[in-house]
C-alpha cells in the first residue's frame, strides 16, 4: 500500500520506477516502431496513389491515341479507296494519252499542213489585195470628176 | 499550161523560145544582170562599169566561153539609156559576148500589183533567163564580182546539170575608194563588212538575187522567178529556192564567195528605214510568206509574148503590148511548198 502511495507521489513529480520506465521506455519503442511502419506504409500508399493517378492520365492519352489511330485509320482506308478509284481514272487516261501519242504525229502533220495552205491563202489575200488597189488606182485615174 | 515545175500541171508544152539572139555558138554562161541609168544607190553606172570589166576580164583570161544578157528594166526618160553609156565605156565587150533589152516601162505598171514597188527586178531577170544562149545560165547583180573558186569551177566547167549552185556574198564595205578591183582589194578581209557567214543548206539562201547559177533547162523547167506574186521583189530568189528544193532540185554551195560592192539604198543597209512600216518599202514588203508557198508562172513568164524591136547589134527594145502581160491574178498558181519531189517523177 505504501509502495503504491510512493509511487503515486513520485508520479506527481515526473519519476517512475526503473522497472515501470524501462516497460514503457519498450512500449513507446515499439509504438515508435510502428508508427515509423505506419508512416512508410503511408509513403507506400501515396506514391501508389501517385502511381495510379499518373497511370490513369497515362491511360486517358493512350485512350486518346487509339481514337486518332482509328480514325487515321479510316481516313487511309477512305483514301486507299479513292486511290484505287483515281488510279482506275489514271489508267485509264494513260490509254488515252497513248492513245493521243500514237495519234500525234498524224495531226502534227495535219498542223503544219493547214499552216501551210493558210500561208498559201494568205498570199493570194495579197494578190487580191494588191490587185483590187491597182484596179482602184487606174478607175480613179479615168473618173472624171463631176461638180454637183 | 506551159508549166514543168507547176504542180498538178499535166501540160507538156515547152515554154516558148522569146526572140534569142541566133549567130555565135552559145556560150558556157549567160550572166543575166538588170539595172537601168537611175543613180540606184549612189553612183550605179560606175559601179555596174567597173564590176562589168572586172568579171568579163577574168572570165575571158579564164577561157570562159561567156555572154552578159542584159535587162533594162522599165528605163527612165529624159537620160540617156544604161546600153548607150555602158557600151560607149567598155568597147572590149564586143556584140558577141553582150545582149541588151530595153523593156517598155509600161510593162512596169501592167505587172506591178504594188504602186510602191519601184523595180521588178526578178521579172526583169525571167525576161534575161528566156532569151539567155548559155548552157549554164547565172543571174546576178550589177554590183557582184565573182570570187575566184566561182571564176575556176566555170573555167573548169566543172558544173552539173539540173543542180542549183549558191556563192556566198560578202559585202564590200561602204564608202570606200576601191579604185580598180584588184583581188588584193577584195580578197582582203578588213574591207569585208560584219561577219563571214556560210550558207546553210538545204536551201542556202542569203543574198542569193546575188549568186543562183544553173543549166538552162533547169531554170527553164522551174519557170524562173515567181511571177504569180508581184507584190514584191524581196524573198523571190529566196521563193525559186523554194520551188527548186520542193521540185527535188539539189542546191549546192558552189565553193568560194561573190563580192558585193556595198551602197546606200541597198536592202542591208534601209531596211532598218522601214521598221514598222514595211509596206511602204519601195522594194515591197517582206512579210509574206515566201518560204511556205511555190508557183507556177503563166506560160508567157519572162515576157515571152513581148515584141522586140532592133535597136542595134544584139540590143532590142521590148514594146508594150497586153498579150505579153499575164492575167493580174492568178490564184491557182499559188500553192504550199512541198518537201523534195524527184525531178523526174513531175511532168516535163
Not at chain 2, 41 to 57: A, E, M, P, S
Not at chain 2, 145 to 153: F, I, K, N, S
Not at chain 2, 187 to 213: H, Y
Request: one cysteine or more.
Amino acid at each position: 500500500m505504501i509502495r503504491r502511495l510512493v509511487h503515486r507521489v513520485l508520479r506527481l513529480f515526473g519519476l517512475v520506477s526503473a522497472r515501470r520506465h524501462e516497460r514503457l521506455a519498450r512500449e513507446l519503442e515499439a509504438v515508435s516502431k510502428k508508427y515509423s511502419q505506419a508512416k512508410e506504409a503511408s509513403k507506400a500508399w501515396e506514391k501508389r496513389a501517385r502511381q495510379h493517378s499518373e497511370l490513369q492520365v497515362h491511360l486517358k492519352s493512350a485512350q486518346v491515341a487509339l481514337k486518332e489511330a482509328n480514325q487515321q485509320t479510316r481516313r487511309l482506308e477512305r483514301a486507299n479507296a479513292g486511290g484505287d478509284r483515281k488510279l482506275k481514272v489514271l489508267q485509264g487516261r494513260l490509254g488515252d494519252v497513248d492513245l493521243l501519242r500514237r495519234t500525234l504525229p498524224g495531226t502534227d502533220r495535219e498542223l503544219s499542213m493547214a499552216r501551210d495552205h493558210l500561208m498559201a491563202i494568205e498570199a493570194k489575200l495579197d494578190i487580191l489585195e494588191g490587185a483590187a488597189n491597182v484596179l482602184d488606182l487606174r478607175t480613179r485615174r479615168h473618173v472624171i470628176p463631176t461638180s454637183g | 499550161m506551159s508549166s514543168t515545175f507547176a504542180r498538178g500541171g499535166t501540160s507538156s508544152q515547152r515554154p516558148a523560145r522569146a526572140h534569142l539572139p541566133e549567130s555565135a555558138p552559145p556560150p558556157l554562161v549567160s550572166v543575166v544582170l538588170t539595172g537601168r541609168n537611175d543613180g540606184y544607190g549612189g553612183d550605179f553606172v560606175g559601179r555596174f562599169i567597173r564590176t562589168l570589166r572586172f568579171n568579163h576580164q577574168h572570165l575571158r583570161e579564164r577561157g570562159v566561153p561567156h555572154e552578159f544578157v542584159f535587162i533594162e528594166w522599165a528605163p527612165r526618160s529624159g537620160v540617156p539609156l544604161l546600153a548607150e553609156v555602158v557600151l560607149g565605156e567598155l568597147p572590149e565587150l564586143d556584140p558577141g559576148v553582150c545582149s541588151w533589152f530595153v523593156v517598155d516601162p509600161a510593162y512596169q505598171s501592167a505587172l506591178s500589183l504594188n504602186p510602191r514597188l519601184e523595180y521588178m527586178e526578178f521579172a526583169a531577170k525571167n525576161v534575161g533567163i528566156r532569151r539567155a544562149r548559155g548552157r549554164f545560165i547565172l543571174t546576178s547583180n550589177c554590183d557582184v564580182v565573182l570570187g575566184r573558186e566561182v571564176l575556176e569551177r566555170l573555167a573548169k566547167a566543172e558544173l552539173d546539170d539540173g543542180k542549183i549552185y549558191r556563192a556566198l556574198r560578202l559585202d564590200l564595205k561602204l564608202g570606200a575608194d576601191y579604185g580598180a578591183l584588184s583581188w588584193d582589194v577584195l580578197e582582203d578581209i578588213r574591207n569585208v563588212e560584219g561577219r563571214v557567214g556560210r550558207l546553210k543548206p538545204p536551201l542556202m539562201t542569203g543574198g542569193a538575187g546575188d549568186f543562183i547559177l544553173a543549166d538552162r533547162l533547169t531554170y527553164l523547167r522551174l519557170q524562173g522567178f515567181n511571177e504569180v506574186y508581184r507584190l514584191t521583189r524581196f524573198g523571190l530568189d529566196a521563193n525559186f529556192l523554194v520551188k527548186a528544193h520542193s521540185a527535188g532540185v539539189p542546191i549546192e554551195d558552189i565553193g568560194g564567195p561573190v563580192y558585193h560592192i556595198n551602197h546606200a539604198g541597198s536592202y542591208r543597209l534601209s531596211r532598218r528605214m522601214y521598221a514598222g512600216r514595211e509596206a511602204e518599202a519601195p522594194y515591197g514588203d517582206t512579210r509574206w510568206p515566201a518560204f511556205a508557198v511555190v508557183y507556177d508562172n503563166p506560160p508567157t513568164w519572162g515576157l515571152a509574148l513581148a515584141p522586140a524591136r532592133h535597136l542595134s547589134h544584139r540590143c532590142w527594145r521590148l514594146e508594150f503590148s497586153w498579150s505579153a502581160v499575164p492575167p493580174m491574178v492568178g490564184l491557182k498558181g499559188i500553192a504550199t511548198a512541198r518537201p523534195s519531189t524527184p525531178v523526174a517523177t513531175r511532168a516535163l
